[in-house]
């Protein structure tokens, strides 16, 4: 025979606030996985730079990318070795 569980109006409450805070947690901008890939356009603002450049730092491989259908995109921590000086 089975054993039977009783569920009670404290147990609902608390699933109830768990499912709660868990929503709010996810749903929180600030509390989001930080963006690890970014595109060109944002690339040539955090670096200040033309087109141009961007694409000579690609060519030159000071800045390595990955190109997905049309668009290309740069790790976040590769760019923040070209601003600190280093190369990869």
Request: without cysteine; hydrophobic residues 40%; proline residues 2%.
């Amino acid at each position: 025979m089975a054993a039977i569980e009783i569920i009670t109006k404290q147990d609902l409450l608390e699933f109830k606030n768990d499912l709660i805070r868990d929503l709010k947690e996810a749903l929180n901008p600030s509390q989001q996985a930080v963006k690890q890939w970014v595109k060109s356009n944002e690339v040539r603002k955090l670096l200040s730079i033309s087109p141009g450049t961007l694409q000579n730092l690609r060519i030159n491989g000071t800045l390595s990318f990955t190109k997905v259908g049309g668009m290309m995109y740069y790790k976040l921590e590769d760019i923040q070795k070209v601003l600190e000086g280093g190369k990869q």
